[in-house]
């Protein structure tokens, strides 16, 4: 089974919807293996969005992920990243289909309320600066065989 990064922005705990969007991944069947509340200070953000420096939005991605605190997860399933990807939708949430986390929860890019790891390489590395080793927990759900054939 494959891990995603997950973090609900700064956006989902001030508008108190972090159990709502935590609830579409455990209905859908995937599992939650580590999850930690962070205010994100500007150098890990910089970090973790450095693919993005030399981009115009840069500093303001900065300010919103450092504006309040972020809950940061790491989430297991099959296919899981591209998985998750699709629950997400969207980076526009203008553009994100309706169902979709980002088409249901948000108006503006710089209010997208969710990141989610785009290949198993940023998944890796992302979890990496997050999460140390021994904060994954490695547990077995007793409903697999129900939500896995
Ligand atoms: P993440 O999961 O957060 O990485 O989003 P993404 O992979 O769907 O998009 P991308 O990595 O291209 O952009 C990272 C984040 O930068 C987005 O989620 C937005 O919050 C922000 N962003 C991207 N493009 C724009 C833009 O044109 N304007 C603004 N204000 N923010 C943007
Ligand atoms: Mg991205």
Known sequence: MEQSFVMMKPDVAQRRLLGK???RFE??????????????DESLAKE?????AEKPFFNDLVSYITSSPSLAMVIKGDDAISLIRKIVGATNPKE???GT?????AMDMGRNVIHASDA??????????????DEICDYQMVDDSWIYE
């Open 48 to 52: 973790h969005y450095g693919e993005h």
């Open 96 to 98: 994100a289909d309706l």
């Open 120 to 133: 198993p390489e940023s998944a890796k590395r992302e979890i990496a600066l997050f999460f140390d080793d």
């Open 101 to 105: 986390i980002r088409g249901d929860f």
């Open 21 to 23: 969007i935590l609830t």
């Open 27 to 40: 209905e859908k069947g995937l599992q939650l293996v580590a999850m930690k509340l962070l205010q994100i």
